[in-house]
């Protein structure tokens, strides 16, 4: 995809004065607001960067809610569809903090439908067992924590924010996971086989989730001195293997890394070689589930076109019983079709300013 996802109407001019504030904000490990005034690159990074999570977060939905219809029990079927609803939600408080930086939801949906912006690769692979659910929540969800635990910390408040409660929400999703699989492992020989099959399959693809080595990351160090990123990649996967390594323990399960070691000079976990030419594969459109992935995408995008059209006109319909612009001729609320039609006229209009004043 190009650079940007898109324009963001709000090109803000050299202002040295406005640079001046923006630097002491970040200086002082505050947050940059709506209001303020920010660079136009920093502008743009975080609407690529917050819509591509957003993205993931809505494509995120597809591998997993592939199972609900055949989990192995009523209450594996609640837990699985209460997560896929909590990324749907993650997506939606994503879209919003996108939007504060003055791009519009249908460009964001248009640029992920059309398969012109990216979302994250792990979500290119197929589910074809239940442990699958158990590797994703574990590995995939895990990971994320591991990436998202220090943007609760960024320097963009709307996106900060949102990752607070995400994060909550992640924290439960992998604990399902690591619960799924403890079961499997523990089951007959032919379900810890299947757990074992999961893990050596989600293993390699949960790595690459922190993007690129740090040597081929150049836009990181900007993130980073602009305090939207804390950690580099690599800082942030040796992380995410050294608490992979007891919990695989715990799972009686193994890693599929054989040169997986701990350095003891450089205090971290160094992990075997990554197959970067799959990454880059994947990101291209061409891994394994690209293609249905984004077929899925449009058509559920399909499917929701009454609900949108619904909500616009119940909008519109609120707007002109507010005596807003389309308001009816005598400047009054014409009929609302949540109020009773003997409801008299200036009544309503006596509620309605209550209730504006109350706000
Ligand atoms: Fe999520
Ligand atoms: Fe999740």
Request: net charge negative; charged share 25%; hydrophobic share 40%.
């Amino acid at each position: 995809m190009s650079s940007t996802q898109g324009g963001t109407g709000q090109e803000a001019a050299v202002d040295p004065e406005g640079q001046a504030a923006f630097d002491a904000i970040i200086d002082a490990d505050g947050r940059i607001e709506p209001r303020d005034w920010m660079p136009d690159a920093y502008r743009r990074t975080l609407v690529r960067q917050i819509s591509q999570h957003a993205h993931s977060e809505i494509i995120g939905m597809q591998p997993e809610a592939n199972w609900i219809t055949r989990a192995p029990s009523l209450r594996r079927k609640a837990i699985l569809m209460a997560k896929v609803q909590d990324e749907a939600g993650h997506g939606l408080y994503l879209y919003s903090a996108a939007q504060t930086l003055g791009t519009s939801r249908d460009t964001m949906l248009n640029q992920l439908n059309t398969g012109k912006a990216r979302y994250s690769s792990i979500f290119n692979y197929p589910t074809p067992t239940w442990a699958d659910v158990g590797a994703i929540g574990w590995l995939v969800d895990g990971a994320a924590i591991c990436n998202q635990v220090p943007l609760c910390r960024a320097s963009y408040g709307p996106y900060a924010r949102a990752m607070i409660r995400i994060c909550k929400e992640e924290s439960f999703h992998q604990r399902q996971g690591f619960e799924i699989l403890l079961t499997l492992a523990r089951g007959t020989g032919e379900q810890r086989a299947m757990a074992q099959d999961a893990v050596d399959r989600w293993y390699w693809p949960s790595l690459m989730m922190f993007g690129p080595p740090d040597g081929d990351s150049p836009n990181s160090a900007r993130s980073m001195a602009w305090k939207i990123k804390r950690f580099s990649n690599d800082d942030l996967r040796a992380r995410f293997v050294g608490m992979l390594v007891p919990q695989a323990e715990a799972l009686g399960l193994s890693l599929p890394d054989p040169d997986l070691r701990y350095d003891d000079a450089a205090g971290r976990w160094i992990t075997g070689e990554i197959d970067w030419t799959e990454f880059q594969e994947v990101l291209a459109g061409r891994g394994p589930m690209n293609a249905e992935r984004l077929r899925r995408r449009n058509e559920a995008h399909d499917d929701g076109a009454w609900v949108r059209e619904a909500a616009a006109e119940y909008a519109r319909k609120q707007a002109m019983s507010d005596g807003g612009p389309g308001a009816g001729p005598h400047g009054g609320a014409p009929a609302r079709t949540d109020a009773p039609a003997t409801e008299p006229r200036a009544q309503r209009a006596v509620v309605g300013q209550e209730g504006e004043a109350a706000a």
